[in-house]
């Protein structure tokens, strides 16, 4: 049973670029979750995705962006890079409908310069 | 809203030695509180949650938690540090609603060094 999958595992970008990243839920999983983990501190949540929809969203500038397919897998898009988005980006599934754990991804390692 | 803070970004035990890692919450209505390890250049796994039932939570390569509500705390301990416990360990707090698995917010983290 394959985990949580993310596509690329690195990327390197320059300011003003745009960026797209992939995650593949856990077979079974209903949900998608990113977080941005800036280096040295912990994962920040940016939003979740259900149904296609964005169900809650953190604190995150609306250069952030996502989606939802109907096979559950997920994308993130950031419009018009800073330095500041510099981070390991991270994918979480989970099944909605129980009290079950969000699983994680490797991450995407996001480099602006 | 619910937060969480991990005392001491730094923790260094030697190898057989008693693993504690410190994390404290806070949260308006009662909580789900994780357990999370990273390894270098790694995703997060989890190690152990709680989630309302037992307040001694037991989870992979012998760590346990115990929840204290009197003192909002959910200490992570293991009794004998292994080499392969070097690693960054997340604690991180949600909410459970109609819409199941709320967002996770976690702590700073704490490195773990072990000394051989």
């Known amino acids: 049973d394959a985990g949580v999958t993310q596509s690329p595992t690195h990327l390197i970008k320059t300011r003003g670029q745009q960026v797209t990243l992939r995650c593949s839920p856990k077979?079974?999983?209903?949900?998608v979750s990113w977080y941005q983990q800036a280096l040295g501190q912990g994962p920040q949540f940016i939003f979740q995705?259900?149904?296609?929809?964005?169900?809650q969203r953190g604190n995150f500038p609306d250069r952030f962006s996502g989606h939802q397919f109907p096979n559950y897998s997920s994308e993130l898009n950031v419009n018009a890079l800073l330095l500041g988005d510099s981070a390991l980006y991270l994918c979480?599934?989970?099944?909605?409908?129980?009290?079950?754990?969000?699983?994680f991804g490797p991450g995407t390692r996001l480099t602006v310069l | 809203a619910q937060s969480v803070t991990q005392l001491g970004s730094h923790v260094s035990v030697s190898e057989g030695a008693l693993v504690l890692l410190r994390c404290n919450y806070s949260?308006?209505?009662?909580?789900?509180l994780f357990w999370y390890v990273q390894y270098p250049n790694q995703g997060l796994q989890l190690l152990l949650k709680?989630?309302?039932?037992?307040?001694l939570v037991k989870g992979i390569n012998g760590f346990e938690a115990e929840f204290k509500k009197s003192e909002t705390s959910f200490h992570l301990t293991k009794p004998s540090a292994h080499m392969s416990d070097a690693a960054e360990y997340f604690c991180?707090?949600?909410?459970?609603?109609?819409?199941?698995?709320?967002?996770?917010?976690f702590g700073t983290g704490t490195r773990l060094t072990i000394i051989p």
């Open positions: 979480a599934s989970s099944f909605t409908r129980g009290l079950d754990t969000q699983y």
């Open positions: 077979s079974g999983h209903d949900t």
């Open positions: 995705y259900y149904e296609e929809e964005e169900r």
């Open positions: 949260s308006s209505v009662p909580p789900y």
């Open positions: 709680y989630t309302s039932a037992a307040t």
């Open positions: 991180a707090v949600s909410l459970i609603s109609n819409f199941g698995n709320e967002k996770l917010t």
